[in-house]
C-alpha cells in the first residue's frame, strides 16, 4: 500500500510494535479486531492507532475493525520483512554471541549468514548455528554475498572506522552496538544505534518520579 504522506520517524518506530501484536494476536486465534481493543492492549489510544495507520491508506472498516492477517500482511510488507534481506555480524564476544544464540533475526526479516571475529582462536567455532569466520575474509565474502545490513558488536574504539568500511564495500544498513553514535546519512545508509544504558536509564528516571 502506498503511503498518502511522508511518515515520521516517530510512526516508523511504532510500526514493529504494532506488527509483533499482530502476529501475537493472530498466535491465540484472533481473526479481527477493533482499534479500541488493540489500543487498550498495547496502551495507546484508538485515534493513535488510526492516524498512524492512515499514514498509509488505512487497513481496517468502519464497524467491522482490523482483519488480522491482512493487517498482518500489509505491516509486513511496510517493514520489509519479506524482502529476503540478509546481515552478517561483526564481533562474536560476549554480546555478540548472546546474539547469535538467542536473538531470532528471521523473525525480525532478516537471514544471518555468519559472524565475524579478529580472533583466530575464535574461526571456525558456531553459536547459535551460525560459523564464525576470520575479519580477513570480510571483504570478500562481502563482495560475494552482498549481505544487506551488518550488526557491529565490536569495541567501541573501531566502530567509526570500520563503519565506513562497511559503508565502502556495499552494507546498506547498520543494527549499532558499539556504544558509539555513529551517523552516516550523509552516506545514505541508515544506522539503528542501540543504547541498552538509554532505556535502563529511563527506567530509572521513571521509578524516581514514583517516588515523588
Known amino acids: 500500500m502506498e503511503r498518502k504522506q511522508e511518515v515520521s520517524k516517530a510512526v516508523i518506530q ?11 494476536l493472530k498466535a491465540e486465534g484472533v481473526q479481527r479486531i477493533s482499534s ?8 495507546l489510544t484508538a485515534s493513535q492507532i488510526r492516524q498512524d495507520f492512515n499514514c498509509f491508506g488505512g487497513f481496517g472498516q468502519q464497524g ?5 492477517d491482512k493487517l ?13 534481506r540478509t546481515a552478517i555480524l561483526l564481533g562474536a564476544g560476549n554480546l555478540g554471541r548472546a546474539l547469535l544464540n538467542n536473538f531470532d533475526f528471521a523473525a525480525s526479516g532478516f537471514r544471518l549468514l555468519c559472524a565475524f571475529d579478529a580472533n583466530p ?3 571456525g567455532k558456531e553459536f547459535g548455528g551460525y560459523p564464525v569466520r576470520s575479519s580477513d575474509d570480510l571483504p570478500s565474502f ?13 569495541p567501541r ?39 541498552l544504558s538509554d532505556s535502563l536509564m529511563t527506567l530509572c528516571h521513571l521509578v524516581s518520579t514514583t517516588e515523588e
Not at 36 to 43: D, N
Not at 64 to 68: D, E, K, R, S
Not at 72 to 84: F, H, N, V
Open 72 to 84: 498482518m500482511e500489509e505491516l509486513g510488507s511496510i517493514l520489509g520483512l519479506r524482502a529476503g
Open 36 to 43: 479500541r481493543s488493540l489500543a487498550e492492549r498495547m496502551g
Open 142 to 154: 562481502i563482495a560475494a554475498h552482498k549481505p544487506d545490513v551488518a550488526v557491529l558488536t565490536i
Open 121 to 123: 582462536e575464535l574461526k
Open 64 to 68: 467491522y475493525g482490523y482483519n488480522i
Open 14 to 24: 511504532r510500526l514493529p510494535r504494532y506488527y509483533r501484536n499482530i502476529c501475537e
Open 157 to 195: 574504539s573501531h566502530a567509526p572506522e570500520i563503519a565506513r568500511e562497511l559503508v565502502d564495500q556495499g552494507i546498506r544498513g547498520l543494527w549499532n552496538f558499539t556504544g558509539e553514535d555513529l551517523h552516516l546519512g550523509g552516506l545514505g545508509v541508515p544506522v539503528e544505534n542501540v543504547h
